[in-house]
């Protein structure tokens, strides 16, 4: 089976230029993660979406980042303009989350190996 | 606000020299606590969840525990292929994301 699937695997990039990530999830799956890890903070979330909407987007840093998520197979993550502070591991996770009134179901999140971003 | 502070943040073990790694939390009530391995270069590898205190899963040379305030990872007579960081992430009740600790970087030599 398909994991999650990320690209590109790295990115080299000017301060200031326009960046974007992709991430395919898992075929099935209704929820989708964006993460990003550094070595200081560690795996922060940025953004949530359930059934395609953002659900959650407050770990988004500022409004330089936005995200989006057209269907169910497919979303970005945008960085305009790019800040060398920018630069990070991001992640992208899929899971499948069945609702039942104030409860969650817990299957686990499964994660893409990710897109290294540099911002010179 | 959740917290999950992991310890060490990095351990070195011989092979077959067994050891536990410690996931603390605070949260306002858990739904699970997850475990996950990432090797370099990689996205992290589920292992376990655990909802409860008192609640243990084993997976080959691993074993997590819970207890209310705490998780343990025993690694059993670890091989060099258990070189990983391992990552300790909780869920909290009415919410669907998981807050991760810093991880533990483990390298096992040969």
């Known amino acids: 089976d398909a994991g999650v699937i990320q690209s590109p695997r790295h990115e080299v990039t000017e301060m200031g230029q326009e960046v974007t990530l992709r991430c395919k999830p898992i075929s099935g799956h209704n929820s989708l993660f964006w993460y990003r890890q550094t070595m200081m903070r560690g795996l922060e979330l940025l953004i949530y979406f359930n059934n395609n909407v953002p659900i959650d987007d407050s770990g988004m840093p500022e409004d330089r980042f936005s995200a989006k998520m057209p269907n169910a197979s497919f979303s970005t993550l945008k960085i305009q303009p790019s800040e060398p502070r920018d630069s990070a591991v991001y992640f992208c996770?899929?899971?499948?989350?069945?609702?039942?009134?104030?409860?969650?179901?817990?299957?686990?999140?499964?994660f893409g190996d990710g897109t290294r971003l540099s911002i010179l | 606000e959740d917290q999950v502070t992991q310890s060490p943040e990095a351990l070195r073990l011989q092979e077959g020299e067994s050891s536990s790694l410690n996931c603390s939390y605070t949260?306002?009530?858990?739904?699970?606590l997850f475990w996950y391995r990432q090797d370099p270069g990689k996205g992290p590898e589920f292992l376990f969840t655990?909802?409860?205190a008192g609640e243990e899963k084993e997976k080959e040379r691993l074993k997590a525990t819970l207890t209310k305030k705490e998780s343990f990872l025993h690694i059993t007579a670890p091989k060099p292929e258990d070189s990983a960081t391992y990552l300790c992430a909780v869920q909290a009740h009415g919410y669907s994301t998981l807050t991760f600790g810093k991880g533990t970087m483990l390298l096992v030599s040969p």
């Open positions: 655990l909802y409860s």
């Open positions: 996770a899929s899971s499948f989350i069945a609702r039942t009134g104030a409860l969650y179901s817990n299957q686990p999140q499964h």
């Open positions: 949260v306002s009530g858990l739904r699970g």
